[in-house]
């Protein structure tokens, strides 16, 4: 029995006379990820995208759960294909939907034609299947309020369609279609969220992660490394930069005020995450910062951090609870690896007493006293290590960002 995917698209749909870009982004991201799990056909028609296996080698289980991940999709479904002939819709759906039907008690045929040439109408179409399938599976009932299966039969140009209910898509923007921006990527719950959340507003995404070695372990940063090939399947390819951030961040512990040093530490990191923003074409920064969650993001300290840099920063979770932000973790895979017990360099040398309502002024005059600092920040932003995130090659390849720019 031939079976294939089809998507359907949502937001996207509003789009107007912008929508064929939005489709062309989604189509192009569709047939890209479909390679790692066979050669796949991927075309559209009737606001449709189908993805059609072209030979028996491909994997539709996994490419189906990869469809998930797109961006951009409303709903999805699994289908076999058939002839558009009543007999051939019958033969292929009783067997195709034996184990939902199985495990159902209650069912309903839905069914829509939009080749209005086929000989039945769909109701029609859903009062015969509906009779066929009684007989097959003699223990059903239908009924058409709230039925555990919906048998659903789609008669279209190319082919006649049947397939269960339609499984929701990852819904959102297709990756790309908003432009692109940084991720401050540290090895908690929230900054995997906050990326995977932004990447469903359709931008694409580079990652920038603070490591002060010794300070912060070789596994610290794995485990960042981990976490980018963790949201590389909603994300797409991205490049993580790993900025060595011994250096200013001593310097800040040496030579600022200890009970200011979270939120000078994160102004310089903000800096350090411009400058690679501007570099490389990402016109924001997001945060995984939720108001209030701890001190360094209080309103007063959040008005601090903004006023380090120009660049807009995107917080996704600023309303969200830990329990809310915790569940998107769980649900994107995420959460097993942030809870690994591994040093962050936002958890060291920070002061038993950080204030909580720092002003501007008091940090700027914190500032002042570091003449070196900037400095530095320059320094740490030339010498970062770049990884690929999800190019398949496992934990991902690395080069010296010198190395590639000489
Ligand atoms: P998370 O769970 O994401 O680590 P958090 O609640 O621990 O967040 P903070 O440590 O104050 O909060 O960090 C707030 C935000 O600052 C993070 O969500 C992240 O975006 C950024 N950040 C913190 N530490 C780092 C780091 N080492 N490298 C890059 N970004 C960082
Ligand atoms: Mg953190």
Redesign the pocket.
């Known amino acids: 029995m031939k079976e294939l995917l089809m998507a359907y698209q949502g937001e996207m749909a509003l789009k107007g006379l912008n929508r064929i870009t939005f489709e062309n982004v989604v189509m192009k991201t569709i047939k890209y990820r479909m390679q790692a799990h066979g050669k796949f056909k991927v075309y559209k028609a009737q606001s449709t995208i189908y993805i059609e296996p072209l030979n028996e080698d491909c994997n539709m289980d996994s490419a189906y759960e990869a469809l998930q991940k797109v961006f951009g999709l409303a709903s999805l479904s699994r289908a076999a294909v058939c002839e558009k002939d009543f007999a051939e819709i019958a033969k292929t759906a009783v067997p195709y939907l034996e184990n939902e039907l199985r495990a159902a008690k209650t069912f309903k045929v839905e069914s829509k034609r939009s080749d209005k040439t086929f000989q039945m109408n769909s109701m029609e179409i859903s009062r015969e299947l509906g009779g066929v399938l009684l007989q097959a599976y003699p223990h059903l009932k239908v009924d058409v309020h709230n039925p555990d299966c919906t048998v659903m039969v789609e008669v279209r140009d190319y082919g006649a369609y049947v397939h269960p209910d339609k499984v929701k898509g990852a819904g959102g923007m297709p990756v790309s279609t908003s432009g692109k921006a940084s991720?401050?990527?540290?090895?908690?719950?929230?900054?995997?969220?906050?990326a995977w959340m932004m990447a469903k507003r359709g931008l694409s995404l580079q990652?920038?992660?603070?490591?002060?070695p010794p300070y912060?372990s070789e596994r610290a940063k794995q485990k960042?490394i981990t976490l980018a090939n963790k949201l590389a399947p909603w994300t797409g390819r991205f490049n993580l930069y790993i900025?060595p951030?011994t250096e200013p961040q001593v310097y800040i512990r040496d030579h600022g005020v200890p009970d200011l040093f979270?939120v000078l530490m994160?102004r310089s990191?903000m800096r350090v995450?411009e400058k690679l923003s501007r570099e490389n074409g990402a016109d924001a920064l997001?945060?995984?910062?939720?108001l209030a969650?701890?001190a360094?993001?209080t309103l007063k300290a959040i008005v601090c951090t903004d006023a380090a840099q120009e660049l807009p920063v995107l917080r996704p979770?600023i309303g969200f609870d830990k329990v809310e932000?915790t569940d998107i973790a769980r649900r994107i895979d995420t959460f097993e690896t942030?809870i690994l017990p591994y040093e962050?360099?936002?958890?060291i040398f920070t002061p038993p007493h950080p204030k909580t309502k720092p002003s501007l002024e008091e940090i700027l005059a914190a500032e002042a006293a570091m003449p070196e600092l900037a400095a530095l920040e320059e320094k740490v932003a030339q010498e970062c290590e770049v990884v690929f995130i999800g190019s398949g090659l496992g934990l991902g390849s690395k080069r010296n960002k010198q190395k590639e720019e000489n």
């Open positions: 991720v401050m990527l540290s090895g908690g719950i929230d900054s995997p969220v906050a990652g920038i992660h603070f490591a002060s912060t960042v900025v951030f979270t994160r990191m995450a997001i945060t995984g910062e939720s969650q701890v360094s993001q979770l932000i942030s962050d360099c936002c958890t």
